[in-house]
């Protein structure tokens, strides 16, 4: 009787000693973290500049459902938001806003356009995505997910959001 409360005894001792070799071992830091305190240390700007409109100020500037065509939300975050185009449950199309004053380089592309769609300048990215700058600071683009879904389709869906509307907003 004895024995075995010995074995008790030191089957405790060693799990807690166990325990607390492992509760006290530190770990080294994870790769995300290491990462994360190497790019803040550099004082890199912000992704999302504070002046970029929430998201959701976008909205009410997408086109409605048409022609068998819905129209659903997908993202939304300071300075975006976009919605998908389906088609029978497909998605043929990318609908999106950006305000370029997080990335002005991508308003930059704009500069050298010989094209307008709706009176605002226009370019071609690649041959999947057509854009156009609304008040030198929105980039409304369209992005075909579909062969089915050519240029002159994303000319047409640029057309029906409501850029007069969105050249108002500041």
Known sequence: MAAMRWRTVLASLLLSMVLLTTACSTQPPSPYESIQQETTGRNAPEAVSEDALAGSNFNRFFPASANGLEVVPAQEKQGFAEYKLNQGGTTVAMLSIN??????????????????????????????????????????????????????????????????????LE
């Open 99 to 168: 305000d370029t004053t997080s990335n002005p380089a991508s308003a930059q592309k704009f500069a050298d356009s010989t094209e307008q769609i709706a009176g605002y300048p226009a370019v071609d990215i690649g041959s999947q995505q057509t854009a156009i700058l609304v008040s030198d600071r929105f980039q409304v683009k369209v992005q075909s997910r579909d062969d089915s879904f050519a240029r002159s389709d994303r000319v047409a869906w640029l057309e029906q959001f409501d850029l007069s509307g969105l050249a108002r």
